[in-house]
């Protein structure tokens, strides 16, 4: 798995040299189902040590499909340009991620990749 991730926030290079647009939402209250259920929610755990980042997928309670046909392959994390991980699924698992966090930048991205329907990235 790359941890390319280019900044202009439109595209992405993958290990395997696919490159994927990144999908977003601009504004949570005009955001389709779909763009819902493929959005990272992001959970902020303050903690003795630092911050953690927990990512799940689904937001307004609108949760993925998780299935052979249609699943979340993996969750990744950036602080800033820095990574922090990636975490992969298999189609029975939950795509639950955690990501202990610097804050070297101010900048926590997340993006998750669904088989079918590409990229797709929070930011907290
Ligand atoms: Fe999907």
Redesign the pocket.
Known sequence: MSDTISFDNTVTELNDGVVEEIHSIEDIDAASD?EL??TPALEVIEGAHGQTIKATIGLKGIA??QTEE???AWIRAFDGAEPLGTVNFGPTETPVAEFEVKRASNQIIVQAL?????LWEARV
Not at 114 to 118: D, F, I, R, Y
Request: glycine fraction near 8%; charged fraction near 10%; charge should be positive.
């Open positions: 779909f259920k493929h993925h499909p249609h699943h979340i669904c088989n079918l329907h590409g």
